[in-house]
T-cell receptor
């Protein structure tokens, strides 16, 4: 089993739609969780950290479920500019960050 | 504010040639530094990390090496490139702040270097 798993997609959604991604992780000792956005041929950029109580940043909401070992990302009112690959990242409190392979999102006009 | 730069951005190298990618971080001191590789359609693979000058840990056996000659400088090298070394190489840094549960442990990436070995 992979340490961090994501559905690769692509998720094709119309503008204005709400879309959700899930990511599961295998190490129950994981402590920090993040969502990164990666545009084609570019470096990953931090979208948001994921806190235990869940957190929201504008149209983006991240949730953590420790019991089931998954994190989620919800995007409301999708924009064309949201088209990208979304990477789930898990850190177990050491130097090591484990990246998922990413979920590709295409927002269609 | 902190910034990270790596270069060159793109390079095409013949098999058997040497490689040197360089990365520098500004605006912080004593960061953790990382080299990742992302092959086409695949996730990020950690190659090396460093917690201080001259301290390098390797995650996977390969024909690559890394060095940290200065606190904020990280170099990825190879003496002889293989076709399988092609990919997107990313340098990253992380602040060595207090605690693991705060956003201070976010990892930040340089712009990346596209390597094609031919």
């Amino acid at each position: 089993r992979k340490e961090v798993e994501q559905d690769p997609g692509p998720f094709n959604v119309p503008e204005g739609a709400t879309v959700a991604f899930n990511c599961t992780y295998s190490n129950s000792a994981s402590q920090s969780f993040f969502w990164y956005r990666q545009d084609c041929r570019k470096e990953p950029k931090l979208l948001m950290s994921v806190y235990s109580s869940g957190n929201e940043d504008g149209r983006f909401t991240a949730q953590l479920n420790r019991a089931s070992q998954y994190i989620s990302l919800l995007i409301r009112d999708s924009k064309l500019s949201d088209s990208a690959t979304y990477l789930c990242v898990v850190n177990s409190g050491t130097y090591k960050y484990i990246f998922g392979t990413g979920t590709r999102l295409k927002v269609l006009a | 504010s902190q910034t990270i730069h790596q270069w060159p951005a793109t390079l095409v190298q013949p098999v058997g040639s040497p490689l040197s990618l360089e990365c520098t971080v500004e605006g912080t001191s004593n960061p953790n530094l990382y080299w990742y590789r992302q092959a086409a359609g695949r996730g990020l693979q950690l190659l090396f990390y460093s917690v201080g000058i001259g301290q390098i840990s390797s995650e996977v056996p390969q024909n690559l090496s890394a060095s940290r000659p200065q606190d904020r400088q990280f170099i990825l090298s190879s003496k002889k490139l293989l076709l399988s070394d092609s990919g997107f190489y990313l340098c990253a840094w992380r602040d060595r702040g207090q605690g693991w549960l705060y956003s201070g442990n976010t990892i930040y990436f340089g712009e990346g270097s596209w390597l094609t070995v031919v």
